[in-house]
């Protein structure tokens, strides 16, 4: 398994399945996002595909991921639904398959398996999950013979993930953030306002600029032109020393995705 470099932002496609949903992906390919973020719970990967193809972009300039939802884990259905993605997203390889949540997650062996077997395949490129724990993650490291190279989690600056970004930065495991503007509440955030009023930049900005500094990857979604402007442009600006101390020291914690049944039981 070849090595896999990220950008530093990704783009998020949640909701993106209209046909104007489309042509705002594509939008985000012509502005520079080659990082696209689905999966098989968002009911869009036909679009993301076809986002990409009608885009001109050569497919490989692109990373693309999607994952697995909690009812494609077991062996068989691993492999029939990584097949029906691959039609749906007209490619003959997925760049990363995520498993989706700590679902089933005493039989993660069998389903990381079927995973590694689609790896030797030339099915998918990487394995990775995602709102794993960093024990959850350990035990996946474990128990496959193919490296889990990323974790998708929430993370912005009102949960900073600190001890987990330490955790995956010792097993070299990359954290891919989501909800990286706290799903369009960042202006809820007065140290992101102020931070931006001093540089006279967008407090969407400052937050995916803060993600980036402390080694994590963006996902943000937009269906606006500015926006998606705005956030590429952001992998570009760095923060001083005092807005980074600023942002580090928030201490409200609030938590937006934590859906009953399929969450790991400490964020409960
Ligand atoms: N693994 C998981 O379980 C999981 C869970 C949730 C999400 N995700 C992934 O993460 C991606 C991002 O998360 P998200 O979509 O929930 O939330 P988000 O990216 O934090 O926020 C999206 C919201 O912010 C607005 N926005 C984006 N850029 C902006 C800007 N520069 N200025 C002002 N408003 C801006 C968007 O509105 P406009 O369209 O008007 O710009 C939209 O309402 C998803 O699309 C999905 O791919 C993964």
Redesign the pocket.
């Known amino acids: 398994m070849a090595s896999l470099k990220l950008p530093k932002i990704g783009l998020?496609?949640?909701?993106?399945r209209s046909e104007k949903a489309k042509q705002g992906l594509i939008k985000g390919i012509q502005i520079g996002f080659r990082f696209l973020?689905?999966?098989q719970l968002?009911f869009n990967e036909k679009t993301v595909g076809e986002a990409i193809k009608e885009s001109g972009v050569p497919r490989d300039e692109f990373i693309i991921a999607t994952?697995l939802f909690i009812n494609n884990l077991k062996p068989k259905r691993v492999f029939s639904s990584t097949e029906r993605s691959l039609n749906r997203l007209g490619l003959d390889v997925i760049d990363v398959l995520?498993l989706?949540?700590p679902w089933r997650f005493d039989k993660v062996d069998e389903t990381l398996k079927a995973m590694s077997k689609l790896v030797d395949e030339g099915k998918i490129s990487h394995i990775a999950v995602?709102?794993y724990t960093p024990q959850q993650v350990d035990k996946a490291l474990e128990v496959c013979d193919k490296h889990i190279i990323a974790n998708?989690?929430?993370m912005?600056p009102w949960l900073q993930q600190k001890e987990l970004l330490a955790h995956h930065k010792s097993k070299k495991v990359k954290v891919v953030a989501?909800?990286?503007?706290?799903?369009?509440r960042?202006k809820q955030v007065p140290e992101l306002l102020e931070i931006a009023e001093k540089h006279k930049i967008?407090p969407?900005?400052v937050s995916l600029a803060w993600i980036m500094a402390k080694g994590a990857i963006p996902?943000?979604?937009?269906?606006?032109e500015?926006?998606?402007k705005?956030?590429y442009e952001s992998r570009k600006i760095k923060l001083d020393s005092k807005d980074l101390k600023l942002l580090d020291s928030i201490e409200k914690e609030k938590r937006f995705?934590s859906p009953p049944f399929i969450s790991p039981p400490d964020w409960r």
């Open positions: 998020g496609t949640m909701l993106a973020d689905t999966a968002y994952k995520y989706h949540w995602s709102n998708q989690v929430e912005h989501y909800n990286p503007l706290l799903h369009g960042f967008g969407a900005q996902i943000p979604k937009s269906a606006n500015q926006h998606l705005e956030n995705l």
